[in-house]
């Protein structure tokens, strides 16, 4: 997975959410501005095109990306940030 991270930043969700990180990253392969919600959960990663759904475009298989796809790349650039600090 060939991503470019723009922008990480982690989010506590409240005082009883569960918290996850927000990630403003480019997909180099297709050229492409997204944003990822990762959740410390495995596998509860949502990806989506922020300029779509800022044009109202939310719907499935309109704006949908797979978050397996992504989330290897995205947990490793979680654990570098973490690391960083």
């Not at 470019?4 to 297709?30: Q, W």
Request: glycine fraction near 8%.
């Amino acid at each position: 997975m060939n991503i470019k991270v723009n922008k990480l930043a982690y989010h506590r969700n409240g005082i009883s959410g569960e918290p996850f990180y927000l990630i403003a990253f480019t997909d180099l392969e297709l050229n492409a501005e997204m944003l990822a919600v990762v959740f410390g959960i495995p596998c509860c990663v949502a990806v989506f095109d922020p300029r779509m759904a800022a044009d109202g475009i939310i719907e499935f298989g309109q704006n949908s990306w797979r978050g397996d796809y992504y989330e290897t790349a995205l947990r490793s650039a979680i654990k570098s940030h973490e690391e960083a600090e």
